[in-house]
C-alpha cells in the first residue's frame, strides 16, 4: 500500500493539471521525437532513436508517480486543522536557539515544497522535527553537521 499523500486544494488541482499536460502534450512531443529518429535510418547505430526511448521511459515514469500521488492523495481542509500544535498546513515561526534568527516556514506535503516560497515538506528532516511541536517547546532537527535546535515562536494558520 502506498503511503498517503497530503494536499492542499490548490496543489491536488496543479498535480492534476501537470499530469494531464504529461499524458497529452508532452506524450505526443515524445512519439515524434521517435518517429523522426526511425525515419533516419538504421536503429542499432542511432543515437537519436536510444535519446528518444530514453526520454520516453523518464516520461512515463513520472506519469506513473504523478499517478500514484494523486491515487493516493487526501485533501486537507485548513478548517479542520488545529493550530495548537504544528501539523501539515500550518505556518509555524521558530526562532533558532544558538543565533536568534526567526524564521516562518508553512508546512506541506513533499510535492507541494517550495523552499522558495518559504513552504517546507514534513518529510524534511525540518518538518519530522517541527510536527506535533507546541508554542514554547524547543525542536531539536538533526542535519549532517549535528542537531539544531529552534524554539517554536508561533503557530498559525
Same mark, same amino acid.
Given at each position: *500500500?502506498?503511503?498517503?499523500?497530503?494536499?492542499?486544494?490548490?496543489?491536488?488541482?496543479?498535480?492534476?493539471?501537470?499530469?494531464?499536460?504529461? @499524458?497529452?502534450?508532452?506524450?505526443? @512531443?515524445?512519439?515524434?521525437?521517435?518517429?523522426?529518429?526511425?525515419?533516419?535510418?538504421?536503429?542499432?547505430?542511432?543515437?537519436?532513436?536510444?535519446?528518444?526511448?530514453?526520454?520516453?521511459?523518464?516520461?512515463?515514469? @513520472?506519469?506513473?508517480? *504523478?499517478?500514484?500521488?494523486?491515487?493516493?492523495?487526501?485533501?486537507?481542509?485548513?478548517?479542520?486543522?488545529?493550530?495548537?500544535?504544528?501539523?501539515?498546513?500550518?505556518?509555524?515561526?521558530?526562532?533558532?536557539?544558538?543565533?536568534?534568527?526567526?524564521?516562518?516556514?508553512?508546512?506541506?506535503?513533499?510535492?507541494?515544497?517550495?523552499?522558495?516560497?518559504?513552504?517546507?515538506?514534513?518529510?524534511?528532516? *525540518?518538518?519530522?522535527?517541527?510536527?506535533? @511541536?507546541?508554542?514554547?517547546?524547543?525542536?531539536?532537527?538533526?542535519?549532517?553537521?549535528?542537531?539544531?535546535?529552534?524554539?517554536?515562536?508561533?503557530?498559525?494558520?
Amino acid at each position: *500500500m502506498s503511503k498517503i499523500e497530503y494536499l492542499t486544494k490548490e496543489g491536488y488541482e496543479k498535480l492534476k493539471t501537470e499530469l494531464e499536460e504529461l @499524458k497529452t502534450t508532452e506524450r505526443r @512531443k515524445v512519439a515524434l521525437a521517435i518517429a523522426e529518429a526511425r525515419e533516419k535510418g538504421d536503429l542499432s547505430e542511432n543515437a537519436e532513436y536510444d535519446a528518444a526511448k530514453e526520454a520516453q521511459g523518464l516520461l512515463e515514469l @513520472k506519469i506513473n508517480t *504523478m499517478e500514484k500521488s494523486l491515487a493516493s492523495a487526501r485533501i486537507l481542509d485548513v478548517s479542520q486543522i488545529d493550530a495548537s500544535r504544528v501539523a501539515v498546513l500550518t505556518n509555524v515561526t521558530i526562532k533558532n536557539v544558538k543565533n536568534g534568527k526567526t524564521l516562518t516556514y508553512k508546512l506541506v506535503s513533499e510535492t507541494e515544497a517550495d523552499l522558495k516560497a518559504k513552504k517546507i515538506s514534513v518529510d524534511s528532516p *525540518m518538518g519530522k522535527g517541527l510536527l506535533g @511541536k507546541r508554542v514554547g517547546e524547543i525542536a531539536v532537527v538533526e542535519t549532517p553537521r549535528g542537531n539544531l535546535e529552534f524554539e517554536v515562536v508561533d503557530i498559525s494558520i
